[in-house]
Structure formats: structure tokens, C-alpha cells
């Protein structure tokens, strides 16, 4: 029901603004070097449902629910994508399988504001953004990867960026609920009732099997996403629904062009 390649979009958007940072210094704009493959990162602004996984199915009839009883299989998923464009914070945790690379993010959001983890092939990067301004810092690997060699000297530091590309404003809700469905594979017309954590909980289901479970209450979330696209498998958690996230930005961040002053690349 959703791409998860475009909901974990964040792994490769650090990619695309690590990139940036080598290769143009306090700016977040144009990679330098290559990028790998994962999560697309685009942005927008339509809005989102939150989800949650079924722990039972129930009837696809339009049962007694949360305001979405009798609405269908596309109503029910626009009221949700508005749910999560309208959220005030939101906890994103989960592991996708893109192209037989694993990923796994785990990231807070509250308003403007995105902190987290992100795991690309066993490499960890901790990510900060606070409005326009990004924070990364993760290990020479990944900056050698992302930059080359030149790079390496970023390893273990927090990396700002200011800017207003598109890599740094999709760590959004709103970015995230713009994507939500972006794979292309219809929304089948029936519904599932079901539970998840004994909460009321609606399925929607699209052609290629993946799945969308939303709340089934007068603000219909999303909470869960499981997507089974030849391309990109895994399973979205979304939680925590309006706990303050209180996300501050790193002390002692520094920019790349500050970060390799003076080093030389290495072989």
C-alpha cells in the first residue's frame, strides 16, 4: 500500500546531503560524490495517515469504527495521509530491504525538528535536523563511501549544513505523508477490521500485497507499514503520537570545510 522506499526515503537522503556537506562545505546542495542506493527523497506537502499492524483480521465491511466506518478503501487512506501531515511528533522506526540492501531507521519528529539513527549496510549515522539546518555524524566508512577518500576526516564529528535543498526539507512529516503510496500499485477497494495492541485498527491493502494499517479512530495515523514490492520489503513502525520528541541541535558541530581544513585525502 505504501513504498517503503519512499517512506524510508531519510537513508538515502543522508546519503544525498553527507554528499553535499563534503563537497560544498556549510551547504546542503549537490552531492560530490557517489551515492548509494536506498530511499528516495523527495518532498511535498499532501498529508498522511499513521498505521498499525493488524494482530487479527476481522470483516471487510464497513463495521463500527472511529469515523471511517462506511468510507472507502481511498477516503480511508486520504484521511490517514492527512493524519500524518497534521501530527505534531511522531516516533519512525523499522528495517526495509531496498534492492537486497538493509536498512534501518529509527527517527524522531516533532514539528520541523528530526533526530535519529539511520543503518545502512552496518554503518550507523545519527542525524539532527533542526528547520533548514542539518547535523550528521557517523563513522569514516560511510564518508568514504558517500565522498571518497577526502572525506575520512569527517568520521566521528557532528557535520552541520545549512541550506534549503530538497535532501534537507523531506525529514519531514509532511514529506513523509506526501509519499505515502508513492510506489505506483492501486489501493484495493476492501477494507480489513482489525486489532493492533487491542486498538481498533483499519488494513488497507494495495495490489502487490503491501499494506497500510491506520487507527480507526477520529484521527486515523498511521501505524504500521508493511510493503512487499519486488523492489523494497520491510516493515514501518510509526508510535508515540504526540509525545514531545524535545530535539536540540549537537553542541560542537562543526562544517566540513571547517572539519578537513588543513588534512589530505588519503589513499
Partial sequence: MVSLTRCSRTCVLTV???AGLVGCGSSGSGPSGPVSSGSSSGSGSSSSPASSGPSSTGSSAAAAGGGEAGKSATQVFADAKSALFNAKSVRVSGTVIDHGQQQK??????????????TIGGMVIN??????TAYIKAPASFWTKTAGSKAAGLAGKWIK???TSNALGALTLQ???ADLNSSGSPIRSGITHTTLHGKKALTLTQKDG??????DAASPVPLQIVNKS?????????????VGQHITAP???VTATQALKGQKATA
Fill in 175 to 177: 514529506s513523509l505523508a
Fill in 16 to 18: 544525498v546531503v553527507a
Fill in 161 to 163: 549544513s545549512t541550506g
Fill in 127 to 132: 542525524i539532527v535536523k533542526i528547520g533548514s
Fill in 210 to 215: 503491501s499494506t497500510l494499517t491506520v487507527a
Fill in 105 to 118: 531507521v529509527n527517527l524522531r519528529f516533532q514539528g520541523d525538528n528530526t533526530a535519529g539513527t539511520e
Fill in 230 to 242: 519486488a523492489a523494497s520489503k520491510g516493515q514501518l513502525d510509526f508510535t508515540g503520537y504526540g
Fill in 251 to 253: 553542541k560542537g558541530a
